[in-house]
Nanobody, 119 residues
Framework: QVQFVESGGGLVQPGGSLRLSCAAS????????MGWYRQAPGKQRELVAS???????NYVDSVKGRFTVSRDNAKNTLYLQMNSLKPDATAVYYC?????????????WGPGTQVTVSS
């Protein structure tokens, strides 16, 4: 069983910043990538940023240059620094993990953390 607990969300004005954190626990198989998903109201969950076990990041085009994903393997913690936030970033943010020998992310989701960008 794998568990994720996200934190750090909140209400921020456009142009502001937030830093999200995610603590992962349980039996994550082998070496693994970690990622941040988000789900806006009425939309499907989308992968926003991910980072491999070798610290190679990847981002969806809409956040490149503004979001930075990082991880602390010693603490099994994932971070997402979000700068220059826009209203379209409003969503619930979730983290997840993917063993790098597999193509699928775990079918286990934490409660998420709400990010609201509004003036």
């Amino acid at each position: 069983q794998v568990q994720f607990v996200e934190s750090g969300g909140g209400l921020v004005q456009p142009g502001g910043s937030l830093r999200l954190s995610c603590a992962a626990s349980g039996s994550i198989y082998g070496i693994y990538a970690m990622g941040w998903y988000r789900q806006a109201p009425g939309k499907q969950r989308e992968l926003v940023a991910s980072i491999t076990s070798g610290f190679s990041p990847n981002y969806v085009d809409s956040v490149k240059g503004r979001f930075t994903v990082s991880r602390d393997n010693a603490k099994n913690t994932l971070y997402l620094q979000m700068n220059s936030l826009k209203p379209d970033a409003t969503a619930v943010y979730y983290c997840n993990a993917r063993p790098e020998i597999f193509t699928s992310w775990y079918d286990s989701w934490g409660p998420g953390t709400q990010v609201t960008v509004s003036s």
